[in-house]
Nanobody
Framework: QVQLVESGGGLVQAGGSLRLSCAAS????????MGWFRQAPGKEREFVAA????????WYADSVKGRFTISRDSAKNTVYLRMNSLKSEDTAVYYC????????????????WGQGTQVTVSS
């Protein structure tokens, strides 16, 4: 079992920045990914970004490339999502996720999920 706890959401004006954090605990494999997904009201959950824990490889959704940066702190077992140049369309509940499939953006390939944190971007 893996437990994930997100923090860092909130209300920000368009063009602003936020940093989300997700702390993992429990039993993890030696090779795994931690990622971020988001779900806006009335829409399906969509992939945002992920990092392969062992080598730091990252992959992003096209909609956030150049604006969002995912990073990890192995000592703290924590993954971060730095979000810059936020737009109103970034408003969503953001979920941290844990999976074991390399460079996968499909939600069904992630086995454990956090409770979500709300990000609201006002225009």
């Amino acid at each position: 079992q893996v437990q994930l706890v997100e923090s860092g959401g909130g209300l920000v004006q368009a063009g602003g920045s936020l940093r989300l954090s997700c702390a993992a605990s429990g039993r993890t494999f030696s090779r795994y990914a931690m990622g971020w997904f988001r779900q806006a009201p009335g829409k399906e959950r969509e992939f945002v970004a992920a990092v392969w824990w062992s080598d730091g490889s990252t992959w992003y959704a096209d909609s956030v490339k150049g604006r969002f940066t995912i990073s990890r702190d192995s000592a703290k077992n924590t993954v971060y999502l730095r979000m810059n140049s936020l737009k109103s369309e970034d408003t969503a509940v953001y979920y941290c996720a844990y999976g074991t499939s390399y460079k996968d953006s499909r939600s069904r390939e992630y086995d454990y999920w956090g409770q979500g944190t709300q990000v609201t971007v006002s225009s």
